[in-house]
């Protein structure tokens, strides 16, 4: 089992910044890919990007590329989520999963582990 632990969540205005961290309790090969999905009121989650925790490869949604840097810290066991241009549509609760690997990564329902989730507002 791994438990993935969500912070850094937080509200700030259209054009600021936020980093998100997700811990992971261990490393497994059931966790190799480790992703942001986020998920706002009455839509779909969504993935916003992804890291193969073994090669570094990153991923990203159209809609933050750019604005977004998935990284991490394998010695803390923690990927992190650098968001920057922070707009009102990025509102909502992120969380961060983890599966084994990263192909098809937007597929929400093929992760394994779960976080509990932190709460991202921009306001206008």
């Known amino acids: 089992q791994v438990q993935l632990v969500e912070s850094g969540g937080g509200s700030v205005q259209a054009g600021g910044s936020l980093r998100l961290s997700c811990s992971r309790s261990r490393r497994f090969i059931a966790s190799n890919c480790m992703a942001w999905f986020r998920q706002a009121p009455g839509k779909e989650r969504e993935g916003v990007a992804a890291?193969?925790?073994?090669?570094?490869?990153?991923y990203y949604s159209d809609a933050v590329k750019g604005r977004f840097t998935v990284s991490q810290d394998n010695a803390r066991n923690t990927m992190y989520l650098q968001m920057t241009s922070l707009k009102p549509e990025d509102t909502a609760t992120y969380y961060c999963?983890?599966?084994?690997?990263?192909?098809?990564?937007?597929?929400?329902?093929?992760?394994?582990?779960w976080g509990q989730g932190t709460q991202v507002t921009v306001s206008s």
């Open positions: 890291i193969d925790s073994l090669g570094g490869t990153t």
């Open positions: 999963a983890a599966r084994q690997l990263c192909d098809n990564w937007v597929r929400s329902t093929e992760y394994n582990y």
